[in-house]
């Protein structure tokens, strides 16, 4: 899974929950093949010496580590949701596509850093306070500051968040 993402081969992915008693489709969301980063990744186990691939290591996906932006909404609480919605939500995040594997990642990771204030309205200094969980997540860039400077105009330029003045800003 690493590997495709980085040769940005991810596939789109569909979520889908449902009631099995009544076969009843509750939610089913897609997210965008080029959503998905190596910090959304959670290593598991490898396989036991005894199994036919053994030491294969596979992984699973963390839904929480992907922006909302990018968990788009198909069926919600058992009701479609108009298609000219589920467009427009996936035509927002389209551009990321053009970005490479890499900066993409560094992208999502602050607007995901940005999604977790919990607050349309913030700050830079409040994004700063994440610095330290994404230098885990990136830890070659050793200007981790600046590369949040940096994505925040990334998000302004893909129309995501909006700068209102010097070191304020708001979600889109």
């Known amino acids: 899974m690493k590997l495709a993402i980085v040769e940005d081969r991810t596939p789109n992915l569909y ?3 449902y009631d099995p008693s009544a076969w009843h489709v509750q939610a089913l969301i897609v997210i965008p093949r080029f ?4 910090s959304a990744l959670e290593c598991r186990k490898p396989l036991a010496p005894t199994a036919r691939r053994a030491g294969w290591v596979g992984c699973n996906i963390r839904l929480d580590k992907i922006p909302s932006d990018a968990r ?3 069926i919600r609480e058992g009701h479609i949701l108009p298609s000219r919605n589920v467009r427009h939500a996936y035509d927002r995040l389209r551009s990321l ?3 490479n594997p890499e900066k993409r990642g560094w992208t999502l990771d602050v607007l995901q850093s940005v999604r977790s204030l919990g607050r349309e309205e913030f700050t ?3 994004v700063y306070a994440n610095a330290g969980a994404l230098a885990k997540l990136h830890p070659r860039n050793l200007h981790v ?8 105009q ?3 330029d893909l129309g995501l968040i909006e700068f209102r003045a ?6 889109r």
């Open 15 to 17: 979520v889908l929950q």
């Open 35 to 38: 959503a998905f980063t190596l």
């Open 72 to 74: 788009i909404p198909i």
């Open 97 to 99: 596509q053009n970005l």
């Open 124 to 126: 830079l200094q409040e």
């Open 145 to 152: 500051r600046d590369k949040i400077r940096q994505q925040l």
């Open 154 to 156: 990334v998000l302004r």
């Open 166 to 171: 010097p070191g304020a800003y708001k979600l």
